[in-house]
């Protein structure tokens, strides 16, 4: 391997946690990602990329679960006035078209995607000194909104990973797209970028997590994936008739109490013989007062499945259950899909190829000797790696490993830096492997 990669990845360390911590203080939702959009756009053009956003990289019509316009809007000044370059915060930016992608092209050889997702979580953060980042003066200026998953380390591995690429360009050969996605929270982002073609060309596919270093035997590095749950995502409104709950209640058609019968059938839904299945209602609202049959209900829920297929019965009995629900109370219900990813699986012998690279050529690495996880979640970056794979092409989704000091998706959510700079060593230890000129 070329060891300069090594050597700028150790040099990028503090500029790498810089980025980081802005990211995460100034953390932005899906399809709010304009401040931190415009910082990727800014790097990657003048290190010299060519850059792509807005409905470029994203089809319009594909995109799932875009804020309403007023608040595209505010958010866009609120972006220029938390430092966004102005020269790059543009005008589908304020449209809702976030995301960048940057694109490498070094001749002749195989196309190489890499990805990095940059959405934050509507979560409040921890202010308590034990929690560094609230200790440290990085801790998120958005009030309800948090980087809670790591994916402010995320965009700063991917800038990093692109500046050794960029150094090492005349020895490359191919074509490499760096992609930081929008909305990978609620499985939202990823399929516009698909649906605009940017995967049907690619020959390799790589994307990371950060992830808990939970045990000895995780390693700094797990090469891939075994598969991750279908999911999809849903907001259930019911609608009923408003009346005076004490003098006319015949005339009422109460829609809390049809979305209450659909969150107990929901949860009650069988379990699928073919493997796993998951359902939750994570909320509920409904009603203005006491005395009042209320006319509108909301829940939101998902439902998950080991593959596509069991993924679609719980969607199909979901739907069943919540007609059902409305139906039985004299209400209508609309369901709303918010978001979706489908099952993935990494190719065994890609993430075999990645973790005898990282063996081989970063020995102060530690290979996780779970080589192919099992991933319980679900992340749409497997709508990107099945287009991938559709047409032949080979992809992994591998785990960068990190202490942490809490759970994933809580308040106090935070990990150690030393990630990046091993997050990036891998990334270019691969795309080396795979681009070096010289090579068949």
């Known amino acids: 391997m070329n060891s300069r990669i090594v050597e700028y990845a150790k040099a990028l360390d503090q500029v790498s946690r810089e980025r980081r911590r802005d990211f995460h203080r100034f953390a932005e939702t899906a399809w709010l990602e304009m401040r931190t959009s415009a910082i990727i756009s800014k790097v990657l053009t003048e290190l010299g990329y060519e850059v792509v956003t807005g409905k470029a990289l994203c089809l319009e019509e594909a995109r799932i679960g875009v804020p309403a316009p007023e608040e595209l809007e505010a958010h866009w000044k609120l972006a220029l006035e938390q430092g966004a370059p102005a020269d790059y915060l543009t005008e589908e930016m304020k449209e809702g078209f976030t995301g ?12 190489v995607a890499l990805r990095f997702d940059i959405d934050a979580l509507s979560i409040l953060e921890e202010e308590k000194e034990s929690h560094r980042p609230f200790r440290e003066g990085f ?80 390693g700094d590095v797990t090469p891939g994936t075994w598969g991750s749950l279908a999911t999809s995502k849903y907001d259930a409104h019911f609608y009923g008739q408003a009346a005076h709950a004490g003098g006319f209640p015949e005339k009422g058609r109460n829609a809390v109490a049809a979305a209450c019968a659909a969150v107990m059938n929901l949860m009650a839904i069988a379990r699928h013989s073919g493997g796993i299945s998951r ?34 019965f719980m969607d199909e009995e979901a739907a069943r259950i919540c007609g059902g629900a409305a139906q039985m109370w004299g209400c209508t219900c609309e369901l709303v899909f918010q978001g979706g990813a489908e099952s993935q699986h990494s190719d065994v012998d890609f993430l075999e190829r990645i973790g005898e690279v990282v063996e081989r050529e970063l020995p102060h690495l530690r290979v996780s000797s779970c080589k192919n996880a099992r991933n319980w979640g679900s992340e749409d970056i497997s709508l990107m790696m099945n287009r991938v794979q559709d047409h032949g092409g080979k992809a992994v989704y591998m785990r960068s490993m990190t202490s942490e000091a809490s759970a994933q998706h809580t308040a106090a959510f935070d990990f150690d830096e030393k990630v990046l700079v091993e997050a990036m060593e891998t990334f270019g230890a691969i795309v080396w492997e795979l681009c070096k000129r010289g090579e068949s």
């Open 100 to 111: 960048v992608m940057g694109i490498l092209r070094c001749g002749e050889g195989p196309v």
């Open 139 to 218: 801790a998120s200026v958005n009030p309800g909104v948090m980087h809670a998953c790591g994916h402010d380390g995320h965009g700063a591995i991917g800038l990093g990973v692109a500046e050794i690429l960029m150094k090492l360009r005349e020895d490359l050969r191919g074509t490499i797209k760096l992609i930081f996605q929008p909305g990978e929270e609620g499985a939202k982002g990823a399929r516009a970028i698909v649906a605009r073609g940017h995967l049907d060309d690619v020959d390799y596919f790589v994307g990371t997590h950060i992830a808990p270093d939970d045990g000895p035997d995780d």
């Open 279 to 312: 359902v939750n209602v994570g909320t509920i609202q409904g009603g203005t007062g006491r005395n009042v049959v209320p006319d509108h209900a909301l829940i939101q829920f998902e439902v998950r499945g080991e593959t596509t297929k069991i993924n679609r």
